[in-house]
C-alpha cells in the first residue's frame, strides 16, 4: 500500500449549532479500501461531501497531496463518486449518458465502451435509463464514476437501495474494482459489505470516530457473518448452490466457486454442509 492518498485534520461541520462532523482525523492509503460505518446520522455523508467539495468544512482535508479547499478542481478530477441517490435522465440511453459523462469529464469518448464492458452494461447500452433494474443502474453509476480512470472511488451506500441478489452482485462487481492504484472510501451499514470490501474500517457515531478496525475485527464484535468462498467440481456450482440454500446457508455460485455467508463462528458447519449435500469441498478462502 501506498503513501497517503486522503488525509483529513481536525475536520469539523456545523449547521448552526449542531456539530455534523466533531474533529475527525482520516487517512486513506493508495490502493486501500475504507469503509465509514455507523448508524444514520452518524456523519458518514457528511465526510464524503466534505471531500468533494460539495459541503464547507472546517479543518483540512489533503487529497493526493493537494490542500481540498485551495484545488477544489484538481481534487475533484482525482475522485470517482457514486453518490446515494442515483440522478439519471430515465429517457437516455445508457450509453448516451456515458458519452455525456465523459464529455463533461473531459475523458476520451473511445473508452466509454470498455468501461461499459467492465462493468457488465455492454449489452443493455442501448436502452432508456428508465427500463433498467436498481442493479444494473447502480453499475452504470459505478461506470461512470470510474470514466477517466480516477484515483480514488468514493462510493455512498452503494447497495442500500437494492435487493438482495443485486446486492450481491455489486458487491462482487466492487470486490472485482479493488486495486493496488484505486483507494475506495464507501459508506456503508451493511456489515456484509464491508467484510468483502474494505481493507479497513472507520467507526462513527454522532460525528466523532469510535474505533478503527479490521472488517473482522468488526464482525466479531457485533458476532455476525463472514464470506467463504468454496471451490467444488465445476460443473456442480449452480446445483450446489441450491442444495445449499435448501439447507438454510446462503449461497451463491459465481465464476469459480460458490459464495456462501455464514456467521463468523461456524464457518465449519458450511463446509461440511458441501460435503454432506454430496458435492467435496476441493479448496475455500475465506473472503472475510
Ligand atoms: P450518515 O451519512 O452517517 O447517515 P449524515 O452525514 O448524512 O449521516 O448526517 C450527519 C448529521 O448531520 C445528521 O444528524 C444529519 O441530520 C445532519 N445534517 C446533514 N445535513 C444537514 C443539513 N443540511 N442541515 C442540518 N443538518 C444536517
Not at 455507523?38 to 468533494?52: D, E, H, Q, S
Not at 440522478?87 to 450509453?95: E, G, H
Not at 480514488?152 to 458487491?171: F, K, M, Q
Request: charged fraction near 25%; charge should be negative.
Amino acid at each position: 500500500m501506498g503513501g497517503a492518498m486522503i488525509v483529513t485534520r481536525g475536520l469539523t461541520k456545523r449547521y448552526g449549532d449542531f456539530v455534523a462532523l466533531d474533529s475527525v482525523d482520516l487517512r486513506v492509503s493508495t490502493g486501500e479500501s475504507v469503509a465509514l460505518w455507523g448508524p444514520n446520522g452518524a456523519g458518514k455523508t457528511t465526510v464524503v461531501r466534505c471531500i468533494l467539495g460539495l459541503s464547507s468544512y472546517d479543518g483540512q482535508i489533503e487529497v493526493a497531496g493537494m490542500d481540498a479547499a485551495c484545488q477544489p478542481k484538481r481534487v475533484r478530477s482525482l475522485i470517482g463518486h457514486v453518490p446515494q441517490e442515483l440522478a439519471f435522465y430515465n429517457d437516455q440511453t445508457v450509453i448516451e449518458a456515458a458519452d455525456f459523462s465523459a464529455r463533461l469529464k473531459r475523458v476520451d469518448t473511445d473508452t466509454v465502451e470498455a468501461t461499459l464492458e467492465l462493468v457488465g452494461v455492454t449489452s443493455h447500452a442501448y436502452k432508456p435509463i428508465g427500463s433498467l433494474s436498481g442493479g444494473l443502474k447502480q453499475r452504470l453509476a459505478i461506470g461512470l464514476a470510474l470514466l477517466g480512470n480516477p484515483p480514488i472511488l468514493l462510493l455512498d451506500e452503494p447497495t442500500s437501495n437494492l435487493d438482495a441478489g443485486s446486492r450481491e452482485s455489486v458487491v462482487s462487481l466492487l470486490h472485482d474494482l479493488k486495486s493496488p492504484e484505486r483507494s475506495m472510501v464507501l459508506t456503508s451499514h451493511h456489515i456484509e459489505e464491508i467484510g468483502l470490501l474494505a481493507d479497513r474500517v472507520i467507526v462513527f457515531e454522532t460525528g466523532r470516530v469510535v474505533l478503527e478496525c479490521g472488517p473482522h475485527e468488526l464482525s466479531e464484535r457485533m458476532g455476525l457473518r463472514s464470506w467463504l468462498h468454496v471451490r467444488i467440481s465445476a460443473g456442480t456450482l449452480d446445483e450446489a448452490a441450491l442444495a445449499l440454500s435448501a439447507r438454510g446457508i446462503r449461497a451463491w455460485p459465481n465464476r469459480q466457486g460458490v459464495l456462501v455467508e455464514v456467521p463468523s463462528q461456524r464457518k465449519g458447519d458450511a463446509l461440511r454442509a458441501f460435503d454432506d449435500a454430496g458435492y467435496p469441498v476441493v479448496d475455500f478462502e475465506v473472503w472475510r
